[in-house]
């Protein structure tokens, strides 16, 4: 299995040089929410040369099965709150495809709130 820890250090850290040790040549990886494809460079060059630096902090790491981890990270800066959920698949220790669902934080909206329905998770 992969170093997901060491994988997300990378990410949040915007180390290119370290993402792509990571990576296998020809991974693909899929930001469904956005219907996005990108290429290792692709990929690499969103994440690193993003305008803002920020912070990040994994919430869960699960096997989901001998080649496919899921992480729950949260990113954030001063401006910005968002979850991403992955759906990492590796063979020989190499991400092949990663499948990101990335998701603003905020409140619930106007329409969930007048139901008085749902309680704060923290």
């Known amino acids: 299995m992969i170093n997901v820890e060491k994988y997300w250090a990378s990410v949040i850290a915007?180390?290119?040089?370290?993402?792509?040790?990571f990576l296998a040549p020809d991974a693909v990886i899929k930001w469904h929410c956005t219907n996005e494809r990108f290429t290792v460079d692709e990929f690499v060059k969103a994440n690193?040369?993003?305008p803002d630096?920020?912070?990040?902090e994994i919430e869960k790491t699960m096997a989901v099965d001998g080649s496919t981890v899921l992480t729950v990270v949260r990113i954030?800066?001063?401006?910005?709150?968002?979850?991403?959920?992955s759906l990492i698949?590796?063979?020989?220790d190499k991400?092949?495809?990663?499948d990101e669902y990335w998701g603003d934080d905020g409140e619930a909206?106007?329409?969930?709130?007048?139901?008085?329905?749902?309680k704060k998770i923290k």
């Open 95 to 98: 991400i092949i495809s990663i």
């Open 53 to 56: 630096k920020w912070k990040g």
């Open 14 to 21: 915007q180390d290119a040089t370290e993402m792509k040790s």
């Open 76 to 85: 954030y800066n001063e401006r910005l709150s968002c979850h991403c959920v």
């Open 48 to 50: 690193c040369e993003y």
């Open 89 to 92: 698949h590796y063979f020989n």
């Open 109 to 118: 909206p106007n329409w969930r709130k007048a139901m008085n329905i749902g």
